[in-house]
């Protein structure tokens, strides 16, 4: 399974069909969602999405709901700047990874501009649980009416919980619930991690995109795990 780009030249998210629309998401989305960019075609968008659909479309994919919406999201990876991998879904709504660790988003609501951390962060790369870091700083970049947006700093702290399994369309996995609770000078919030039990990769969390735009709960379908050409 690719789980990853197809090549250089049909990356950008600004591609060369349908409008100027990648066409690897453009491909991805109709393999997996047929109808969704066709509102017309109301049976096919009621139609279960399986593992089976997501393998066929071979394309790195990641499901993420706002907390108020009733259905998630899914999104297909669509560029990767320097390990900054963005998934797109069939409307254009876009979120940015490093890692696990959403670091942009658009077309939500309320857009999170960018976002940084300290090294090492085990959600921008894989560490074991026992090897991972007591906190991290988090940095998170919000629209402002001046040229820099607005920044809002974070001292997060991680806490372990028990050992589960959860499923995620139709694979089960075993791992550690992970509480990080974040403090600024402003607020502070707490991400929700489900991090693997032996790799610690981090296959869900809730995670806060800011304090207009609230919780997302991502879930990490297929990992993007490298560019191919």
């Known amino acids: 399974m690719r789980r990853a780009l197809i090549a250089a030249a049909a990356l950008a998210l600004a591609g060369c069909s349908d409008g100027g629309f990648n066409p690897i998401v453009v491909a991805a989305v109709e393999e997996v969602l ?4 066709a509102p017309e075609a109301d049976a096919a968008q009621g139609a279960p999405i399986t593992r089976e659909a997501i393998t066929r479309a071979d394309v ?3 499901r993420a709901r706002l907390i108020d919406d009733p259905r998630p999201t899914y999104l297909f990876a ?3 700047n320097g390990g900054y991998v963005t998934f797109a879904s069939g409307i254009r709504q876009t979120i940015t990874l490093r890692g696990s660790w959403i670091t942009g988003s658009r077309g939500l609501g309320w857009d999170l501009l960018s976002a940084l951390s300290s090294r090492p962060d085990p959600l921008v790369q894989t560490i074991p649980p026992a090897q991972w870091p007591a906190s991290v700083e988090r940095s998170y970049e919000f629209p402002a009416f001046a040229p820099q947006g607005r920044i809002e700093t974070f001292e997060c702290r991680f806490a372990f919980g028990a050992i589960k399994e959860i499923v995620i369309l139709q694979v089960r996995y075993r791992g550690v619930e992970v509480t990080e609770t974040c403090e600024g000078e402003a607020r502070s919030f707490e991400n929700l991690h489900f991090a ?15 304090p207009q ?4 709960d991502l879930e990490m379908i297929l990992p ?3 560019r191919r050409s």
């Open 78 to 80: 669509a560029s990767d």
């Open 60 to 62: 790195a994919t990641i």
């Open 34 to 37: 047929p109808g969704e960019r």
């Open 213 to 216: 735009q609230g919780m997302i």
């Open 196 to 210: 693997d039990a032996t790799t610690g990769f981090v296959w869900r969390s809730l995670q806060w995109l800011g």
């Open 224 to 226: 993007y795990t490298g």
